[in-house]
């Protein structure tokens, strides 16, 4: 796991520069005190101790590793010397940001029976410090503030109605006396909103719902008149009534503390197709939008919808950026973003005025956006409901919830981004299921093709970029290719240097402005967080969380297979000579299902694994990540097959019952499915897979 320098021109400068950095005036202390460095959410770090020239000699200057091993998104906060992260199960630890000392740790116990509420693993992306507390939203719908000092729990509230599936993967966020936090969970049937607490006493201060009371009562909150005249008018038919209409509130928030304006992004609808949502009538505000409210009190000031008539799950929820700048030769007050739906967005933060909406990826759904209008040009057909429709980008987006950076160096945005296309056909037999997946599209067209031709055609056509955005000349100046779609958060530093971890298990430094890379670590484990920054006595360090995971390495075959293992909190610097102690990575188990056999039906085993099990156990069964169903010794007999699926016999492991979705002949369909795709790697000669007689 040693450092690896990308140039061999640079071996010798970096030498040199690592035997004068000491000459070399010190940084001042710098922190990374909330969850995009500042409130505005540019995530750069202004330190350039590390820079181009001294980079190769950066190395590992103290770790810990953490008892989960699931998917790690946190950005690290430090704050007097102190790091503190969350880590998946949404528990809290506190570390001496010199040494890697622990000082605390905080495990809110989340029931393992939460997990299969969520859509995108058992993950955090972040706590927020203040006034002496840390705060943090745990899966299972809570928040807590905790002593900074001690990681005692000083309250705790349930934010959301837990018997509904609701689920808390987003940071926190602190504005003055308050703390904010949303929730997630559109998918499966809740109504979103973003709530307000007194971070002194956890009392509720306001809300802000996304969505029509489904009930047509007002809910005593600032978002009633807002919903009222603007939102209600836009919304038909009674599915979205019984499935809540979607609209959470599940990552980016930001805050001008000049005009005390507060940023949120709004999420997807539920059920995905806006034909069955809402007859295929209205916009269904605030769906895939950005609103701006006054932060003191939740009063709506303005919103911009991305993407009107959603029926693709192109959240608007990705991150948010503020920045003062010239914009076509006059100063502005700006609002960026990069959503799923592939357009980067540029609007007037104080009024809501749409200044810019030009494609940053391959986009097919529509035909540009009308600037008057601010409206998208969709495309005949992208609604599929006469045939399907390969739309790019995919579902998962052309930029996820991975952060992006902006330099003011070199003004440029640094977005990891994600190059699929997704089949979306409709459903023809949807029937709305409390508490379950409720997409509403013909999830058979997610099958992955059994030819290796077609599937290696599939894979070479899905991949990541970093790519360097040129928001006010609308270009793409550089890009890097990822052999993997899942590709980590990015820091930006005064440097001239970007930052960025991959799936393969790297964490990589590259030229803020040619994108060569610099150096590289071999961290095993893959990385999808971000990196941060921040100086210490006069020495910079680089931090990130290392942790394998996510929704999309659930999916199994469009990403490669990584092994789940312990997460790590890895920090350096330059001269760093720490080594880490190498992973034991688990051997595959071996498929042996000679002499198994199923009375169920295949076929329709598929459709049912599909609109059940994808969610977690993968695309075709191919998700070894959760757990690789066609290598489980559950699928050898259907009573236990059954104990499993209908009776949650590893509900402690988080795969609760599924008796109300499911019933024994569906069950065993599934089974029957999951013998068919193990004899598949048996087939293919899988090298895992034993070859005994069928």
């Not at 890097?480 to 240097?497: E, I, R, W």
């Amino acid at each position: 796991m040693k450092a690896v320098k990308a140039g061999a021109k640079y071996s010798a400068v970096a030498l040199a520069a690592a035997l004068l950095v000491s000459a070399r005036p010190a940084p001042p202390p710098i922190e990374w005190p909330v969850y995009g460095r500042t409130n505005a959410a540019l995530r750069f770090a202004p330190i350039d101790q590390i820079d181009k020239a001294n980079v190769g000699s950066l190395g590992l200057a103290w770790y810990q590793q953490l008892d989960t091993d699931r998917g790690q998104e946190s950005t690290p906060i430090m704050v007097g010397g102190v790091l503190y992260v969350s880590t998946a199960w949404s528990k809290v630890f506190a570390f001496d940001a010199r040494t890697g000392k622990r000082l605390w740790g905080f495990d809110p116990e989340v029931p393992p029976a939460t997990l299969p509420k969520g859509c995108c693993d058992a993950i955090n992306r972040g706590v927020s410090v203040a006034n002496g507390r840390v705060y943090v939203g745990t899966l299972d719908g809570r928040l807590i503030a905790l002593d900074a000092t001690t990681g005692r729990k000083l309250w705790s509230v349930v934010t959301v109605d837990q018997s509904k599936p609701y689920t808390i993967t987003g940071a926190t966020m602190t504005v003055g006396r308050l703390v904010l936090i949303g929730n997630a969970g559109a998918e499966y049937g809740v109504r979103g909103y973003l709530s307000a607490y007194d971070g002194a006493t956890g009392r509720l201060v306001w809300r802000f719902y996304t969505v029509p009371n489904p009930d047509g009562k007002p809910d005593g909150q600032p978002s009633d008149k807002p919903l009222r005249e603007l939102a209600e008018p836009g919304w038909f038919g009674d599915v979205w009534r019984k499935a809540g209409g979607g609209g959470t509130v599940w990552d980016s928030m930001a805050y001008d503390a000049e005009t005390g304006i507060l940023y949120f992004g709004v999420g997807n609808g539920g059920p995905y197709d806006w034909h069955i949502r809402s007859q295929g009538k209205g916009d269904n505000l605030f769906l895939s939008s950005i609103v701006a409210v006054k932060a003191a009190t939740g009063e709506y000031l303005w919103h911009y919808q991305t993407t009107p008539e959603d029926s693709w799950d192109f959240t608007a929820t990705q991150q948010i950026t503020l920045l003062d700048a010239d914009f076509k030769g006059r100063p502005r007050k700006l609002l960026l973003q990069a959503p799923k739906n592939g357009f980067f967005y540029i609007l007037d933060r104080i009024t809501g005025e749409l200044l810019s909406a030009e494609p940053y990826a391959k986009v097919n759904w529509a035909n540009g956006v009308d600037m008057k209008t601010g409206r998208p040009n969709i495309v005949p057909g992208a609604h599929y409901q006469e045939k399907p429709f390969l739309q790019s980008p995919s579902g998962l987006g052309a930029h996820s919830w991975h952060p992006m950076a902006y330099s003011p160096q070199t003004r440029l945005m640094y977005i990891p981004t994600q190059v699929m296309s997704q089949l979306y056909a409709r459903s023809t037999d949807f029937t709305y299921r409390p508490g379950h997946m409720n997409v509403a599209i013909d999830t058979r067209t997610l099958a992955v093709p059994d030819d290796p031709a077609l599937l290696a055609q599939m894979k070479a056509s899905i991949y990541g970029e970093l790519i360097a955005w040129d928001p006010f000349e609308h270009k793409i100046r550089w890009r890097v290719k990822h052999p993997s779609m899942l590709n980590g958060g990015v820091l930006a530093t005064a440097g001239g240097l970007v930052f960025q971890g991959d799936a393969e298990g790297h964490l990589n430094a590259y030229d803020a402005s040619t994108g060569e890379r610099l150096w590289s670590y071999r961290t095993v484990n893959g990385i999808v967080a971000p990196p941060i920054s921040y100086a210490l006595d006069g020495r910079q360090y680089v931090a990130v969380m290392v942790g394998y995971g996510g929704p999309t390495a659930m999916y199994g075959t469009i990403v490669p297979y990584r092994p789940r293992l312990p997460g790590r909190l890895m920090v350096f610097a330059l001269g760093g000579k720490t080594k880490a102690k190498p992973y034991d990575i688990p051997a595959p188990v071996p498929v042996n299902v000679a002499g198994v056999s199923s009375a169920g039906d295949p076929v329709r085993g598929l459709a049912a694994y599909n609109d059940t099990c994808l969610v977690c156990h993968g695309f075709s069964a191919t998700g070894r990540y959760t757990a690789d169903l066609r290598r489980s010794e559950t699928i050898k007999d259907a009573d236990i097959f059954r104990g499993v699926v209908l009776d949650g016999a590893f509900e402690q492991k988080g795969m609760v019952s599924f008796a109300q979705y499911v019933s024994p002949e569906r069950a065993e369909d599934i089974r029957a499915y999951l013998l068919q795709e193990a004899r598949k790697l048996v087939d293919r000669g899988d090298p895992d897979a034993k070859t005994a007689p069928r």
